[in-house]
């Protein structure tokens, strides 16, 4: 079935880096825009970033610009977001989410993973 | 970037009701508007795309309507598996912003 499976979550201290990945399977991953999607404690969703689904173009929101990377291997589907000066607003659950393009709408999410960033 | 405004943040219903949540766009968004259903612990699920459009094996009692700044989600005979926070999404560009979100409690 269908399914994103997203690793890699944890405590960090504040500055740190972290990499979370998320495993794509049961779909044709190299065809579908991927995305970021975090969700701070008892707060609301927030858009973090996307990639096409070649890998060539990439949007990030203005709260991680330059502070975070996604990036994707199409040949192991896998997504991943490298999170490098990490702050204390940075913890969140971090959602790894499809775009289905034809419906502009994120039509399959993971189950999330949690990064806590705190000294 | 566009500013989506969910109301109310908060509602209790009875078994059976009917419900409106409203979500507003800061500017147009024509039907690029998105309902998301989110359970505790969970992640979200899409219940409507395109405004309108039920996602397939979302029951019928949802619906949706509004074109430009101003749309509504209905429930028309609440459930108790609806208990959830729903979430309005705008995917008409870059960043694609959420509201800030509905909780629905069952009375």
């Known amino acids: 079935q269908v399914q994103l499976v997203e690793s890699g979550g944890g405590v960090v201290q504040p500055g740190g880096s972290l990499r979370v990945s998320c495993a794509a399977s049961?779909?044709?991953?190299?065809?579908?825009?991927m995305n970021w999607v975090r969700q701070s404690p008892g707060k609301g969703l927030e858009w973090v970033a996307s990639i096409h689904y070649a890998g060539k173009i990439k949007y990030y929101a203005d709260s991680v610009k330059g502070r975070i990377t996604i990036s994707r291997d199409n040949s192991k589907n896998t997504l991943y977001l490298e999170m490098n000066s990490l702050r204390a607003e940075d913890t969140a659950v971090y959602y790894c989410?499809?775009?289905?393009?034809?419906?502009?709408?994120?039509?399959?999410w993971g189950q999330g993973t949690m990064v806590t960033v705190s000294s | 970037e566009i500013q989506m405004t969910q109301s109310p943040s908060s509602l209790s219903a009875s078994v059976g009701d009917s419900v409106t949540i409203s979500c507003r766009a800061s500017?147009?968004?024509?039907?690029?508007l998105n309902w998301y259903q989110q359970k505790p612990g969970k992640a979200p699920n899409l219940l409507l795309y395109a405004a309108s459009t039920l996602e397939s094996g979302v029951p019928s009692r949802f619906s949706g309507s509004g074109s430009g700044t101003d749309f509504t989600l209905t429930i028309s005979s609440l459930q108790p598996e609806d208990s959830a926070t729903y979430y309005c999404?705008?995917?008409?560009?870059?960043?694609?912003?959420f509201g800030q979100g509905t909780k629905v409690e069952i009375k």
């Open positions: 049961g779909f044709r991953f190299s065809s579908y825009g």
């Open positions: 500017q147009s968004i024509s039907t690029y």
């Open positions: 999404q705008q995917s008409y560009t870059t960043p694609q912003t």
């Open positions: 989410v499809r775009l289905e393009l034809r419906r502009g709408a994120f039509d399959i």
